[in-house]
């Protein structure tokens, strides 16, 4: 099984950024952790990071015909980005949305999830391990 991990705007500061909320792990330590449990789960990954939502639909798009799911963390474009849940619905790939914080504690604006719409799963609050429970819940989909 091959899936595309997309991590959006400011996670590529993990470790620095809020460390209270978002822990002291660096992104490296967090595309370690993806490549890690995807040996050990036989699953081929591509990992991309983007500050620019127009990226982030781009490497949507590309996953057409090509992956066979996507494990996305939109962070802050979650609760903004129509543009991502139209690139999401376009590709029809099965989509697991995650985030490392657990949104249903925070502020009012972090409710709205617009890619929420188009993906068959939220994993919040559960750190990197989210990442990990996304995928597993992608390849039982894929043993059904
Ligand atoms: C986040 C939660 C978002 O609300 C926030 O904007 C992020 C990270 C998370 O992983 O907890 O940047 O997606």
Not at 72 to 77: E, H
Request: hydrophobic share 40%.
């Amino acid at each position: 099984m091959k899936l595309l991990f997309l991590n959006g705007p400011n996670l590529n500061m993990l470790g620095i950024r809020e460390p209270d909320i978002y822990g002291r792990q660096t992104y490296a330590d967090l595309e370690n952790y993806i490549r890690d449990f995807c040996g050990e789960l036989g699953i081929d990954c591509e990992i991309v990071q983007s500050n620019h939502e127009g990226t982030l639909v781009d490497a949507i798009q590309a996953a057409y015909g090509k992956m066979d799911g996507i494990v996305i963390n939109p962070a802050a474009y979650t609760h903004t980005s129509v543009a991502l849940l139209d690139a999401l619905k376009a590709v029809m790939l099965p989509a697991v949305e995650v985030h490392l914080s657990d949104v249903s504690k925070r502020e009012d604006f972090r409710q709205i999830s617009y890619v929420r719409l188009a993906c068959c799963r939220t994993v919040a609050g559960y750190g990197f391990e989210g990442y990990r429970l996304a995928a597993e819940h992608l390849l039982s989909l894929e043993k059904q």
